[in-house]
């Protein structure tokens, strides 16, 4: 979904993002001058209620997992008056502009697979971190302990 744009006016990238409950008609993208690898490639900066410039995110270069291997901006707006960051991704260029995009994060699937083992450091392959189980096969408790009382006093 589209919620905003940048342009090059009078040398300076400049935009606005707005949504339903937001609405930012005044940010500029400064060019980040560094050699570091993980260096973001812009900061994002908003007119503050004082009429000062602030940052209020970065963007990193990114490439499209497709075929096309699109080359594109992404990375999030956060503030102390956001409730969350707003993660957005910038397609297009310097020269032509920026459409700004915005995307819902996907929860993470607590039931997906899980990849673990000797390949991170883990336990050698058929074996797991934990040990062995301290149930049987129908769930009962065995080994050290399994001779507890039921009922255990306060």
């Known amino acids: 979904m589209n919620i905003g744009e940048f342009k090059t006016m009078n040398g300076r990238l400049q935009g606005w993002i707005a949504t339903r409950t937001m609405d930012l008609p005044r940010l500029g993208l400064r060019k980040v001058e560094s050699m570091h690898e993980r260096a973001p490639v812009y900061e994002i900066l908003a007119l503050n209620v004082g009429n000062r410039w602030v940052q209020v995110g970065a963007l990193w270069e990114a490439f499209a997992k497709n075929t096309t291997g699109e080359a594109f901006l992404q990375g999030s707006i956060d503030d102390p008056s956001l ?11 310097a020269q032509e502009g920026f459409r700004v995009a915005w995307r819902r994060q996907q929860p993470r699937d607590m039931f997906a697979p899980v990849s673990r083992g000797a ?20 769930g009962e408790l065995m080994g050290a302990g399994a001779d507890l009382a039921d009922e255990v006093p306060y």
């Open 83 to 93: 409730p969350e960051p707003l993660p957005i991704a910038l397609f297009g260029d």
């Open 119 to 138: 390949q991170r450091g883990g336990a050698p392959d058929g074996e797991d971190d934990f040990g062995d189980s301290t149930a049987d096969s129908n």
